[in-house]
């Protein structure tokens, strides 16, 4: 059984696709690419997907990823491709390796996320970050399935800063960026409960929803502040391409004189 780990993407209005019909378009993208998929076992055999740490319905992200087992062996570059052509625009692959490592899931402890706050002006933003990093806890609530939560937002948060859009990107009116670095914790910490703290200690509320969007995730470094390519392991692990130039070098040259 061949493994292949896969990084997507959720852009434009496909941000709104819940995780499970992310799910039904996956499968059907493999279905479409005749990928020679392992199922389980039992009286309702399902293809063997894993996914690890979705973004949140309504969230636009540029890292997302998944695991899937085949039962013949398949180029991942090639794979790439197929199921890239099988998607919707939005939902695409964006790199594809054979897993040679364990624990990919282990190796999502943190992302970076960027919020776009439109209607609010970067001097209110930048007041707004320096309280809520200055302050030890910051309590938010959120609904949860078990009911209304209480809980810290800051102690997950790594990096925030505020910053201008970049030229190229249009702004009608004042618009702020917020980049966010969050470790992986329990309770998770989502960049809504970031902005739930920035309204308690600095009355940030910005006159319209933010748009959000993953731009990486993976293992945090601590020394360095960054996080990671999670994929990175399994292509340090890929076995090193013979050259053949030796060979055809060996296999060319002219012989020396006898003996």
Sequence with gaps: ???????????????????????????????????????????????KVSYANAAPTGTGSEAEYLEIALTEHRDPGALRVLLDESLPSGLDITDAVEARTPGLADRLTASVWELRLDGVPLEEAEKAVVAFLAAETVEVRRKTKNGMRTFDARGA??????????????VDGPCAILRLVVRHATPAVRPDDVLSGLRAVADLAPPVPAAVTRLAQGLFDEESGTVTDPLAPDREAAPAVPSTAAGTASATAPEGPAA
């Design 157 to 170: 948060v790594a990096a925030l800063d505020a910053a201008r859009p970049q030229a190229d990107r249009p």
């Design 1 to 47: 059984m061949q493994r292949i780990r896969l990084c997507y993407t959720k852009r434009g209005r496909l941000r709104f696709t819940s995780h499970r019909d992310f799910q039904r378009a996956f499968e059907r993208a493999l279905r479409r690419a005749e990928v020679p998929m392992a199922y389980s076992a039992g009286f309702t055999p399902h293809p």
